[in-house]
Structure formats: C-alpha cells, structure tokens
C-alpha cells in the first residue's frame, strides 16, 4: 500500500477484549482526530467473546479493520496490520487498558528523529515476579549484545514504517517474542532507537500474560533464539 508522508497508523492488536475495547477505541479516534493524516487499525485475532461482532458494527471512516476468524498468533496478526497501514509511521498498542493515552504524544511528537521509539514502563502496576523477570531478561540482553535497552518487548512503540517494513522480514525470527525481535535488529543495524517513560496498568481480570508455568519452556526458547541472533550478528 502506498505511503502518504508525516502521517500516522495506530495498530491495536485485539483478542477477546470485549469488555474493554470499546472504551479503547473511543479514546484513541479522540486522539486521532488531532492529527488530520491518521488511520486506527484494529487486528482483531479470532476472537469468541463477542468482540468480533462489535468490530463489525462499527463504521468510521479512519478506523481499518483487520480480522480474522481464526488465531493467527500475535506476530502474523501485527504482521498483516502492517501491510494494511497507509502512513509514514506505525505505531503497535497492545490492548486491555494497559497504556496511558498521554503517553502518545511524547512517542509523537519525536517521531522524526528516531527510527523506533520504545515504551520504558517506570510507573508499572504489575506482578514482582513479572517485573523481576522483565529486570532480568533485559539485562541478559545488555550482557549479550552490549547495547543499552532497559525494556526490550514492550507492547507501546513507535515504528519508522519504511525501515520496519525491511526489518521485519529479515532472519533469524523469534517464534513468540516479535516486539523483542524487532528492537534488537534495529538497534543492531544501527537504527535510531529510543526508549520513552511510559505508564504500566495491570489488566483488569484474568492476565492475558503468559501462564507462569509456561515461562521455562518460552524462556528457554527465547535464549536460544537470543544465541542465535548474537551469531548472526557476528558477535
């Protein structure tokens, strides 16, 4: 799809969300309609709690919808909303009322000066073992590759469009971790990259988060995939 200049696509990746997603919506079409040239696109991932049949009732002109009945999985659902995005910018919003809106414009407002602007959650109403965990993985990540990233995988982030429409195609890839992928080859291609204070709500409800006991396995996979991309890099 062809790209129109300064302007900017909002991705929410949706799944199940269907007692929060309204609201979601509302506020980001606020916001969006300060900025004339701006697109909210919603990657909706078969869902089975109604929230399908709410994204087809709606209709406004700016908002885009990218559905699918089946699961797709988190990085080919953001992999397709990509390829729908129209502007010179993306920027990925995990759903679930995780983010604080205001933060945007700090993303925004630096959009020019920087290739990937990534959330750093200071301010995060999460569980300790999350946070310890998220603690520890980064450092991991600073001791193999020897870059300086504090929050690697975050959910809210700002994309130059024409550089990730590159670097997302490019191997090696990670099976679960697309967000953490993405900032390590744009870092290590020697993009421009930020991290950007940002605000953290736990979910209200059941956690959308990995299960605990699924960690060990995911981790691990992740470790290797981490080897892996530190070879290809020649480190």
Known sequence: MGVKLDGISVILL???????????????????????????ILTEDGSSDGTTEYLNSISDSKIVKCQS??????????????????????????????HDLNDFWSFYHRRKHFDLINGLK???????????????????????FGIKVFDADCGFRLYNKKILEKTIKTCPEFNDFIN??????????????????ITYFQRKGKS?????????????????????????YHF
């Open 122 to 144: 200071v301010h995060r109403q999460d569980s300790f073992i999350r946070i310890m965990m998220t603690k520890i993985l980064n450092l991991i990540i600073r001791h193999l």
């Open 180 to 197: 953490l992928e993405l900032t390590l080859k744009f870092i290590l291609n020697g993009n421009r990259y930020l991290e950007v204070p």
């Open 208 to 232: 959308r988060s990995l299960p605990i006991k699924k960690l060990p396995r995911k981790i691990s996979r992740l470790l290797l995939e981490l080897i892996g991309l530190r070879k290809f």
């Open 14 to 40: 949706i799944h199940n969300e269907i007692e929060t997603i309204h609201d979601e919506i509302q506020e980001w079409s606020q916001l969006l309609s300060e900025i004339p040239n701006s697109e909210l």
């Open 69 to 98: 009945k089946f699961r797709r999985g988190y990085r080919q659902a953001f992999i397709d909303a990509v390829e729908k995005s129209q502007f010179s910018f993306v920027f990925l919003a995990d759903t679930g009322r995780k």
